[in-house]
């Protein structure tokens, strides 16, 4: 999986990749094909905006299905965390639909006697 980090009117923490990296890396426990996940960072330099001056936009791309989430918080870190919950979940119920709950139990199976 590749993933690309964007930044617009913003200057990432030094640690926030590496983060961002080990959290998106671990999407892949699910059975859903991504190919490229891009990160973008936006920062609202407007004072007014203090509890939302940072917006996260995360975008899947691959043979699976388009995943897109968008959230805003007071740090980078806070609205990344709010978003990649948002596309965890979004995973998880494109995984549930996917699996099969055809269970075959022993009460159900027919018997066949040759004789």
Sequence with gaps: ME???????AE?????????????RSMERF???IDRIEVE?????NPRQ??????VV????GSGP???????GFNDLAAFDSAVAAIELQIRRIHEKEKHHDRHTLRNMKVVIDD
């Design 31 to 33: 059975s859903v094909v």
């Design 3 to 9: 993933i690309i980090i964007q930044t617009r009117h």
């Design 41 to 45: 960072i936006t920062h609202e330099a």
């Design 12 to 24: 990432l923490a030094s640690d926030f990749r590496e983060i961002a990296e080990e959290k998106l």
């Design 66 to 72: 388009l995943l897109r989430s968008e959230e805003v």
């Design 50 to 55: 203090g509890k939302n001056s940072h917006k």
């Design 58 to 61: 995360i975008t899947s791309h």
